[in-house]
């Protein structure tokens, strides 16, 4: 499941993984939010945080990601992503490799750290 999170600068997409991530959550809540954004920003940044109870996503959900990254590959200006899992990193990190904007790991405990990154205007 991803929820979209409040309290972020209007620039920045925020979601929160947990569970199964499933196409239907990207074509209903991902999607709209990354698009909505696009409406005012020529380039976005994505805030991407998985829970403790994060399961992994279905096969489906992986198309839908690299259909999500081929179609939106230079709207993201940064993208930061927040977990406590290994697995998580590495996947995440693996990807940082793909995606021609800057892609920060943080650990849960140094999410404020995450915030002040996000915030800044610097590539």
């Known amino acids: 499941m991803l929820e979209i999170l409040d309290g972020f600068n209007h620039d920045t997409v925020a979601i929160k993984a947990s569970g199964v991530v499933t196409g239907d959550d990207y074509d209903k809540r991902l999607l709209?939010?990354?698009?909505?954004?696009?409406?005012?920003?020529?380039?976005i940044k994505l805030?991407?945080?998985?829970?403790?109870?994060?399961?992994?996503?279905?096969v489906e959900t992986l198309w839908d990601d690299a259909m999500l990254g081929f179609f939106h590959l230079t709207d993201f200006s940064r993208v930061v992503i927040i977990t406590d899992s290994d697995w998580v990193t590495g996947m995440a990190k693996a990807m940082a490799y793909m995606i021609p904007c800057p892609v920060k790991v943080f650990d849960k405990s140094s999410s404020h750290l995450a915030e002040q990154w996000i915030a800044d205007n610097e590539s």
């Open 32 to 43: 709209p939010a990354i698009e909505g954004r696009l409406k005012d920003h020529a380039s």
């Open 47 to 58: 805030w991407y945080e998985f829970d403790e109870g994060f399961k992994g996503i279905t």
